[in-house]
């Protein structure tokens, strides 16, 4: 199984201010016959199922605010919220789709 | 807009099976692949396997032994089963749908239904 790691485990930012998250899969999920990175992140609020937020590692989900972006590659990854909104206090997941089993990211908790 | 709607008992006994059915709307089941993941309360998200529209299964190794997939496209549902299940078992069960193809993000997630494993 591709073990992902994020850091920190949780993060306090200021209203404004950016926040950045990083995940790090145990192998490359870049896939060579076609140079892309399987790698999405997710956004669970409280009391919500996770939502898709942006994926090959940096295509933003339809709707997603532009302040949310993400790079990265081989095994090494970043989201970032570049302006901190009250509504982005939420847990945040990286995941793999380069093989089976999917795997997740232990989550990062976002606070203000 | 596509929505999945988990179903089913929130309560099972230690051994028994747990059931749980993913109602799709909006849209149809066909040409997708459908998963389960689940979440224990406080803790991260475990993929449990997804299942195609035709029916073809790919499982977590880790709960292979235990776990059946079906799909009924004339109801726009899919199902789970997990056998001879133990409080490690409780947690909120998503359904959630592949975006376009088995590499591909879960762009739909139902809302999610907690099972509780207990006597």
């Known amino acids: 199984d591709i073990v992902m790691t994020q850091s920190p485990d949780s993060l306090a930012v200021s209203l404004g201010e950016r926040a950045t998250i990083n995940c790090k899969s145990s192998?490359?999920?870049?896939?060579?016959?076609?140079?892309?990175?399987?790698l999405a992140w997710y956004q669970q609020r409280p009391g919500q199922p996770p939502k898709l937020l942006i994926y090959w590692p940096s295509t933003r989900e339809s709707g997603v605010p532009d302040r949310f972006s993400g790079s990265g590659s081989g095994t090494d990854f970043t989201l970032t919220i570049s302006s901190l909104q009250s509504e982005d206090v939420a847990v945040y997941y990286c995941?793999?789709?380069?093989?089976?089993?999917?795997?997740f990211g232990q989550g990062t908790k976002l606070e203000i | 807009q596509v929505q999945l709607q988990e179903s089913g008992p929130g309560l099972v006994k230690p051994s028994e099976t747990l059931s749980l059915t993913c109602t799709v709307s909006g849209g149809s089941i066909s040409n997708y692949y459908w998963n389960w993941i689940r979440q224990p309360a406080g803790k991260g998200l475990e993929w449990i396997g997804r299942i195609s529209s035709s029916g073809s299964t790919n499982y977590n190794p880790s709960l292979k032994t235990r776990v059946t997939m079906s799909v009924d496209t004339s109801k726009n549902q899919f199902s789970l089963k997990l056998s001879s299940v133990t409080a490690a078992d409780t947690a909120v069960y998503y359904c959630?749908?592949?975006?376009?193809?088995?590499?591909?993000?879960?762009?739909?997630w139902g809302q999610g239904t907690l099972v509780t494993v207990s006597s």
């Open positions: 995941q793999q789709y380069y093989s089976t089993p999917y795997t």
């Open positions: 192998q490359s999920v870049l896939y060579s016959s076609n140079n892309k990175n399987y």
């Open positions: 959630a749908r592949l975006r376009l193809a088995v590499a591909d993000p879960f762009d739909y």
